[in-house]
Antibody
Framework: QVQLQESGPGLVKPSGTLSLTCAVS?????????WSWVRQSPGKGLEWIGE???????SYNPSLKSRVTISVDKSKNQLSLNLSSVTAADTAVYYCARAFRSGSFDYWGQGTLVTVSS | DIQMTQSPSSLSASVGDRVTITCRASQSISTYLNWYQQKKGKAPKLLMY???SLQTGVPSRFSGSGSGTDFTLTISSLQPEDFATYYC?????????FGQGTKVEIK
């Protein structure tokens, strides 16, 4: 059973960088799946942030592309999210998820709340 | 961006009722449409993928249909554990987008 677990600071200052990791267990991150980050805020609902393949090939939401970097660490079987120049609008629950058939997401982490505030 | 619009935004129903939720895409997405159930404080759970394929372990009272721009999720007989918020998501475009959600409440 694949499990995903997000971790990182729950509070980030405005203009700072939000950094999260997602540890994958029960399966290798190098299997033939894409791995995504999705966030959920009361104001904007569910928003896809971007995705990465174990080769390092990544794709991002154009609305966030200038501020987002997603990377993969095969040795640790985890992926990471960096979001720079954050504002209060970036306050959300952040999820990592595995892309399944037809671009659906079959496994999700439990989510981690990140609040942007001074 | 492909916009996904769900209706209704919320509904009240009783146990045993047949419930239908609609999702409309702003352009044709073939059958690249997925449905999720989310309970308060939990991550979304995949119910249906490719419009009409039931995810493993999901009860058969859930079904999905549609293609192009119009899709439906049907719960044939609502159970107490089905009270939740439901989201559609398109994966036709590289920029994946979600509907705004439909909250199913107890009548």
């Amino acid at each position: 059973q694949v499990q995903l677990q997000e971790s990182g600071p729950g509070l980030v200052k405005p203009s700072g960088t939000l950094s999260l990791t997602c540890a994958v267990s029960g399966g290798s991150i190098t299997n033939s799946y894409w791995w995504s980050w999705v966030r959920q805020s009361p104001g904007k609902g569910l928003e896809w942030i971007g995705e990465i393949y174990h080769s390092g090939s990544a794709s991002y939401n154009p609305s966030l592309k200038s501020r987002v970097t997603i990377s993969v660490d095969k040795s640790k079987n985890q992926l990471s999210l960096n979001l720079s120049s954050v504002t209060a609008a970036d306050t959300a629950v952040y999820y990592c998820a595995r892309a399944f058939r037809s671009g659906s997401f079959d496994y999700w982490g439990q989510g981690t709340l990140v609040t942007v505030s001074s | 961006d492909i916009q996904m619009t769900q209706s209704p935004s919320s509904l009240s129903a009783s146990v045993g009722d047949r419930v239908t939720i609609t999702c409309r895409a702003s352009q044709s997405i073939s059958t690249y449409l997925n449905w999720y159930q989310q309970k308060k404080g939990k991550a979304p759970k995949l119910l249906m993928y490719a419009a009409s394929s039931l995810q493993t372990g999901v009860p058969s009272r859930f079904s999905g249909s549609g293609s192009g721009t119009d899709f439906t999720l049907t719960i044939s007989s609502l159970q107490p554990e089905d009270f939740a918020t439901y989201y559609c998501q398109q994966s036709y475009s590289n920029l994946k987008t979600f509907g705004q959600g439909t909250k199913v409440e107890i009548k």
